[in-house]
């Protein structure tokens, strides 16, 4: 009968726990990473600052364990667009995430400028840092 040795490298049993243990540790990282993608999309929206409403309604979300967002809330002050429905056309207030997409990607009147890349390039390496951080430390606490 044949039979064989294997080698497993010294830090496999942590590597698999660590694996094991990212759904306690996830939802961390989502919540502190979260801050600085908001931060990063405030001041890449900087340049573009009318009334500073719109990065006023910038807000991080975290939408379960393993999954956040940042968006734009609430209904812009003053402009307003005539919506067409099945009773006729009435007045709407535009919502900010409305005016953010049109910066991004432009209008039939409005030339885009976009920022989300900017934004993005801009905290990607403190969110790795952060998320590494995260993983390394609570690893160790669990």
Do not use: W
């Amino acid at each position: 009968m044949a039979s064989f040795e294997v080698d497993f490298p010294n830090n496999l049993q942590k590597l698999i726990n660590d694996a094991a243990n990212f759904d306690k540790i996830a939802p961390k990282i989502i919540e502190e990473t979260i801050p600085l993608a908001e931060k990063s999309m405030k001041n890449a929206l900087r340049s573009h600052k009318q009334t500073g409403e719109l990065i006023g309604s910038i807000k991080g979300k975290k939408q379960n364990d393993r999954y956040g967002y940042i968006t734009a809330t609430g209904i812009a002050k003053g402009k307003k667009y005539n919506k067409k429905n099945k009773s006729g056309t009435k007045q709407v207030a535009y919502r900010n995430y409305q005016k953010l997409l049109a910066l991004e990607y432009g209008t039939s009147k409005q030339t885009a400028t976009p920022f989300l890349e900017k934004a993005v390039n801009a905290c990607e390496d403190k969110i790795i840092e952060k998320a590494q951080e995260i993983l390394e430390n609570g690893v160790s606490k669990l």
